[in-house]
């Protein structure tokens, strides 16, 4: 229902990225589900820089990432020129 929406553009980006949030927050995503969504969603250039900060910094704080973590995407985000 959220991706049929979206993709009919009856939802907007930062729309989307509050209903995961709190869809997240409820626990009606799990783990999987969100990390599922993000990298779907970033393959297709639909979250930008920003987003993935975002994310990132939530998901740190809510202890879902590690340190090793967030050094692992920062090294692959920097290897594929996403952060510079």
């Given at each position: 229902?959220?991706?049929?929406?979206?993709?009919?553009?009856?939802?907007?980006?930062?729309?989307?990225?509050?209903?995961?949030?709190?869809?997240?927050?409820?626990?009606?995503?799990?783990?999987?589900?969100?990390?599922?969504?993000?990298?779907e969603?970033?393959?297709?250039?639909?979250?930008?820089?920003?987003?993935m900060?975002?994310?990132?910094?939530?998901?740190?704080?809510?202890?879902?990432?590690?340190?090793?973590?967030?050094?692992?995407?920062?090294?692959?985000?920097?290897?594929?020129?996403?952060?510079t």
């Amino acid at each position: 229902m959220i991706t049929a929406a979206y993709n009919r553009n009856l939802l907007k980006r930062d729309d989307l990225r509050w209903l995961l949030g709190e869809m997240y927050k409820e626990g009606k995503l799990t783990k999987a589900d969100m990390k599922f969504l993000i990298t779907e969603a970033y393959k297709a250039g639909e979250l930008k820089r920003d987003d993935m900060k975002w994310l990132i910094v939530e998901a740190y704080k809510a202890g879902e990432l590690t340190r090793d973590d967030i050094r692992r995407i920062i090294i692959v985000s920097y290897n594929h020129r996403e952060l510079t």
